[in-house]
């Protein structure tokens, strides 16, 4: 699709979504919610489940600052339908049109417009009753990889604004809810990125600060802006926080030899390339398969069993995309994995160096799934693992490739 094109469906988009939000995060759990725990009884009475409980405890917890940062980022589940719309569009723009494409979207958090009064009760994120887009621009940028242009189109601005005061609530539901979309060192370097901002903001909290007779006037203040102003300040130092208790997070499950919920998250990636790109629910059904084999109290049989699904599963990765790009180029192959390999590095998609990596992997995954009577659990998490992350990288290529199975 033309830059100039996408650009403008996009931001159609944003405008939509300025009027009529479409963020949200859905509680996923069957348990009872924590933060709903002590009016059980009486939620319990009135007929409300998990999941409703769940979004009246969240609601009480955007009123506070600093926000509460769940240990586990699986509980809840972000939803959006313009996002969607985003991500299809961002996914016909071509690759190197896509910096630009960033860019532009990015345009309206350099300017920091864009709010819109809502005549009702303003749905979250809002601020004064009003809405804005930029929520969705910041969860967009953060979900495709673009966080470090995001955080670098917040030292642009010169003034507070509406439109920001948002974002910035936008972000702290981000990381008190899905805090693994940030990487440990994305953590530690997000408050002095976003240093600027909270200095542009606090700027406009005060006319003159000092001592009765000794007051200092405040050239950089605007009357009108205080409201703006310290709201995003406050916002921002509740995010310094937040990103400490999520580093937190990262170091207790890395020495608990808890999942690693980077690797978690990138599990989640690779089953949303696998169905945006076409590939067959059996595909998905053999991660998932692989998954309930892995649990923690997994035998030593079920683990070569989780294994055998994951060499199912990088031989199919292989075979359905080799198949898809013959038939695309009027090719026909053997369908083998040897030959779908042979075919995808004849074709460019990865180098020899990568071809031999992917062959020794497949080969050891058939060696421990096949030949021995039980696997040992340091070989199927390293294995698993490993898979887990060729996923992500092999279906990057191919979507970047815009390669339809």
Not at 25 to 36: C, F, G, I, K, L
Not at 50 to 60: E, F, K
Not at 221 to 233: A, P, V
Not at 358 to 370: F, I, K, M, R
Request: glycine residues 6%; aromatic residues 10%; hydrophobic residues 40%.
């Amino acid at each position: 699709m033309d830059i100039r094109e996408a650009s403008g469906k996009a931001i159609r988009v944003l405008q939509e979504e300025q009027r009529s939000p479409t963020l949200s995060y859905r509680y996923a759990s069957t348990a009872w919610p924590r933060n709903s725990a002590n009016l059980r009884e009486n939620m319990q009475q009135v007929g409300y489940g998990p999941s409703q409980a769940a979004q009246i405890g969240l609601s009480n917890e955007r009123k506070q600052r600093p926000r509460q940062v769940y240990e586990d980022p699986k509980l809840y589940v972000f939803e959006s339908v313009n996002f969607t719309l985003l991500v299809k569009i961002f996914s016909q723009v071509a690759g190197m049109e896509r910096a630009a494409f960033i860019s532009g979207l990015l345009h309206f958090v350099r300017q920091g417009v864009g709010a819109q009064r809502h005549k009702g009760a303003a749905p979250f994120p809002s601020f004064q009753g009003y809405t804005s887009a930029l929520p969705l621009i910041a969860e967009f940028c953060v979900r495709t990889g673009y966080l470090k242009e995001l955080l670098a189109a917040t030292q642009v601005p010169t003034t507070p604004s509406i439109g920001l005061a948002v974002m910035m609530r936008e972000l702290e539901e981000m990381i008190a809810l899905n805090f693994n979309l940030l990487s440990d060192a994305e953590l530690a370097e997000m408050p002095a990125a976003l240093g600027h901002l909270r200095e542009v903001a606090d700027r406009q909290t005060y006319s003159a600060r000092g001592t009765p007779g000794r007051m200092l006037q405040n050239p950089h203040y605007r009357q009108g802006f205080s409201d703006e102003g310290n709201e995003i300040r406050d916002a921002i130092d509740g995010i310094t926080e937040e990103c400490r208790k999520a580093r937190f997070w990262y170091l207790k499950g890395a020495l608990q030899e808890l999942p690693n919920v980077e690797i978690e998250s990138d599990r989640v990636k690779v089953e949303d390339f696998l169905s945006n790109l076409g590939f067959s629910a059996d595909m998905i059904k053999a991660l998932n398969a692989a998954e309930s084999d892995y649990k923690s109290t997994a035998t030593a049989f079920e683990l070569k069993n989780c294994l055998g699904h994951l060499r199912s599963f990088i031989e199919h990765l292989h075979r359905e995309s080799a198949k898809a790009v013959a038939q695309a180029s009027g090719q026909t192959i053997i369908d083998r994995w040897g030959d779908a390999t042979l075919y995808l590095r004849q074709q460019g998609f990865f180098s020899k160096q990568h071809e031999n990596f992917v062959t020794s992997l497949y080969t050891l995954l058939s060696d421990e799934s096949v030949h021995p009577l039980t696997a040992e659990r340091e070989y199927a998490r390293l294995l698993r693992n490993v898979v887990i992350e060729y996923g992500v990288m092999f279906l990057t290529v191919l979507d970047k490739k815009r390669v339809k199975i």
